[in-house]
């Protein structure tokens, strides 16, 4: 893959930074000095050099927090597989010993282009630092996690099954939509959301009976999240619009008009609503009735579907 503009500018100088000794100097500073080290630990992962590495991994076990604290900004700054490693192979011997933010920031910068590291250490984890990594795999998940993360899906963590939720519709896995569709229907609403957005992304119509079922959610962000996914369902938009109708739910109702609006595809509907050939004439008014009043009608609609 080439390289863009900002990678080969930072390729030059860290080159420069090799060539005048810049980073040995403050790879020296950040092991030997103590009365400027926590400016020499930051300023080192600054250079993103792979060669800071260990000497920042040294830092983390520094008995003094502002080092440590620094250390973790530094590997967080060089955002590489290898310093992942590093910070967790710290937090798996030592526990949480930094503040949470810092170390998720830290880790999210260092995980994304390898999630995959996550994965051994969630294994043992456990309190908070177990929802600490829960929250980064569900930031930097992605389609190279595959169906590694399907047994997150049942962990007793809530974070972790939003997490989940979040890398299966990035994945290619068969079980995604069934997995998903399972999720969708957690007691916790934050999960339920991740799994309605996953389930939106497949852009799959075997996806529509459970995003009809999220449009009638009791928490107002799924219902919209579902119905933001049964909008991008264009081929099927008659259809949908017509079993939203039936289910005579008007949150459900406003939440599927509001993502039609908010995409402009009101007057489309409406206009393939009046060519479709499969729905009978008052079948058909009554749907153009509610499309147009954004109300439903006291008798309710049922359509051949």
Same mark, same amino acid.
């Given at each position: 893959?080439?390289? /863009?503009?900002?990678?080969r500018k930072n390729q030059r100088l860290l080159r420069f930074l090799r060539a005048s000794g810049l980073i040995e100097?403050?790879?020296?500073?950040?092991?030997?000095?103590?009365?400027?080290?926590?400016?020499? =630990?930051?300023?080192? $992962?600054?250079?993103?050099?792979?060669?800071?590495?260990?000497?920042?991994?040294?830092?983390?076990?520094?008995?003094?927090?502002? /080092?440590?604290?620094?250390?973790?900004?530094?590997?967080?700054?060089? $955002?590489?597989?290898?310093?992942?490693?590093?910070?967790?192979? &710290?937090?798996?011997?030592?526990?949480?010993?930094?503040?949470?933010?810092? *170390?998720? #920031?830290?880790?999210? /910068?260092?995980?994304?282009?390898?999630?995959?590291?996550?994965?051994?250490?969630?294994?043992?984890?456990?309190?908070?630092? !177990?929802?600490?990594?829960? !929250?980064?795999?569900?930031?930097?998940?992605?389609?190279?996690?595959?169906?590694?993360?399907?047994?997150?899906? $049942? %962990?007793? *963590?809530?974070?972790?099954?939003?997490?989940?939720?979040?890398? =299966?519709?990035?994945?290619?896995? $068969?079980?995604?939509?069934?997995? *998903?569709?399972?999720?969708?229907?957690?007691?916790?609403?934050?999960?339920?959301?991740?799994?309605?957005v996953a389930l939106g992304e497949l852009h799959e119509p075997r996806a529509i009976p459970q995003l009809l079922v999220a449009l009638t959610d009791a928490n107002r962000l799924v219902r919209m999240r579902a119905a933001e996914g049964l909008? %991008?369902?264009?081929?099927?938009?008659?259809?949908?619009?017509?079993?939203?109708?039936?289910?005579?739910?008007?949150?459900?109702?406003?939440?599927?008009?509001?993502?039609?609006?908010?995409?402009?595809?009101?007057?489309?509907?409406? #206009?393939?609503?009046?060519? #479709?050939? &499969?729905?009978?004439?008052?079948?058909? %008014?009554?749907?153009?009735?509610?499309?147009?009043?954004?109300?439903?009608?006291?008798?309710?609609?049922?359509?051949? *579907?």
């Amino acid at each position: 893959m080439p390289l /863009n503009h900002q990678d080969r500018k930072n390729q030059r100088l860290l080159r420069f930074l090799r060539a005048s000794g810049l980073i040995e100097k403050q790879i020296f500073e950040a092991r030997k000095l103590h009365g400027w080290r926590r400016r020499s =630990l930051v300023a080192l $992962g600054r250079t993103r050099a792979p060669e800071g590495i260990p000497a920042l991994a040294e830092a983390l076990r520094d008995n003094d927090s502002e /080092n440590r604290n620094a250390a973790l900004r530094g590997l967080g700054r060089v $955002g590489s597989p290898e310093a992942a490693e590093e910070i967790l192979s &710290w937090i798996a011997e030592s526990g949480l010993k930094v503040p949470a933010l810092p *170390l998720q #920031t830290a880790l999210v /910068n260092c995980c994304r282009e390898r999630p995959q590291v996550l994965l051994p250490y969630l294994q043992y984890a456990e309190g908070p630092l !177990r929802e600490v990594l829960g !929250r980064v795999l569900g930031e930097v998940a992605g389609p190279s996690l595959g169906a590694e993360v399907i047994p997150l899906a $049942g %962990d007793k *963590l809530p974070e972790l099954r939003a997490s989940a939720a979040r890398a =299966l519709s990035h994945t290619h896995s $068969g079980h995604a939509l069934e997995v *998903l569709t399972e999720l969708a229907r957690d007691p916790v609403w934050f999960v339920r959301l991740r799994a309605v957005v996953a389930l939106g992304e497949l852009h799959e119509p075997r996806a529509i009976p459970q995003l009809l079922v999220a449009l009638t959610d009791a928490n107002r962000l799924v219902r919209m999240r579902a119905a933001e996914g049964l909008v %991008d369902l264009r081929e099927e938009v008659v259809s949908i619009f017509a079993q939203v109708v039936a289910a005579r739910d008007r949150y459900g109702l406003h939440a599927y008009l509001a993502a039609l609006e908010n995409v402009s595809r009101e007057v489309p509907l409406e #206009t393939e609503l009046q060519n #479709t050939s &499969w729905l009978e004439g008052p079948e058909k %008014d009554a749907l153009l009735k509610v499309l147009r009043s954004g109300k439903l009608l006291e008798e309710p609609v049922v359509a051949q *579907l």
